[in-house]
């Protein structure tokens, strides 16, 4: 029985080890990877193989309502602002309004 160690046949990486008696599979070699990183398999040894860099951190759809509340939060605050300001400009047209009627009666 031997140990043998497979590769992916289409990219070259290390898929995992196991025994089988004499009988070597096609995608397979007998050179143990020992500790590279990312083994791959260039046809007579192991290399170390790239390194993934981490993907980079995409909103999910939770991050994205978040965002859409929050910006509606704040789009709602405005536009309490500004009915108060309208609010508190209209309320001193009145009494304008009501000072030039008492002037003019």
């Known amino acids: ?9 289409d990219s070259n990486t290390y898929k995992f080890s196991y025994i089988l008696s004499d009988e070597q599979p096609d995608n397979s070699t007998d050179v143990d990877p020992g500790d590279k990183v990312n083994p791959k398999w260039n046809g007579s040894d192991w290399v170390d193989g790239p390194v ?3 993907a980079p951190n ?5 991050d994205k309502l978040k965002l859409m509340v929050g910006n509606l939060v704040a789009e709602n605050a405005k536009k309490d602002q500004d009915i108060k300001q309208l609010q ?7 009494a304008q309004v009501a000072e030039l009627n008492k002037g003019g009666k």
Do not use: I, N, R
């Open 1 to 9: 029985m031997k140990k043998w160690y497979l590769y992916d046949k």
């Open 52 to 54: 993934s860099e981490p």
């Open 58 to 62: 995409t909103p999910t759809e939770v």
């Open 88 to 94: 508190a400009m209209a309320g001193s047209l009145v």
